[in-house]
């Protein structure tokens, strides 16, 4: 299934989301539009089955998945979409990885930009704890 998902990704056609490109730059694909149905049910499965974690972006929970240098998500909780109708256009986002691939806690100063990373984790993971 791993082989599947990469290749879908590799061939599906990610756009620049201009909107934020200054403040947090990322790509997305459309579902229906441009014929991503596929890779949309295969992200929601990889969802359903416990392989997305759980974050924020900012004051907004989402779930997120890790694959290769990206991560991924819906701007549509994944419960919510029934990729098999295929009437919907959903919109799935990813975003370069910037520090470590854990480390997704944004906080003042992220731009999403990897030579822009807070001089300061958010949280200490050889501690575990928050650093701020």
Not at 22 to 30: A, K, M
Not at 44 to 72: Q, W
Request: contains cysteine.
């Amino acid at each position: 299934m791993n082989t599947q998902l990469t290749e879908l990704i590799e061939n599906a056609p990610w756009r620049e989301a201009v909107t934020y490109r200054d403040t947090w730059p990322h790509e997305y694909v459309l579902s229906q539009k441009d014929d991503q149905r596929e890779l949309l049910a295969t992200i929601c499965a990889r969802f359903h089955a416990g392989e997305g974690v759980a974050g924020r972006f900012f004051r907004m929970s989402n779930t997120y998945l890790f694959v290769g240098d990206y991560k991924y998500w819906l701007m549509t909780h994944y419960r919510e979409i029934n990729p098999l109708a295929g009437e919907d256009n959903y919109v799935i986002n990813r975003a370069l990885l910037y520090r470590d691939r854990r480390d997704f806690v944004i906080q003042p100063g992220d731009t999403g930009r990897r030579d822009d990373y807070p001089t300061s984790p958010a949280y200490d993971w050889t501690n575990r704890t928050e650093t701020s």
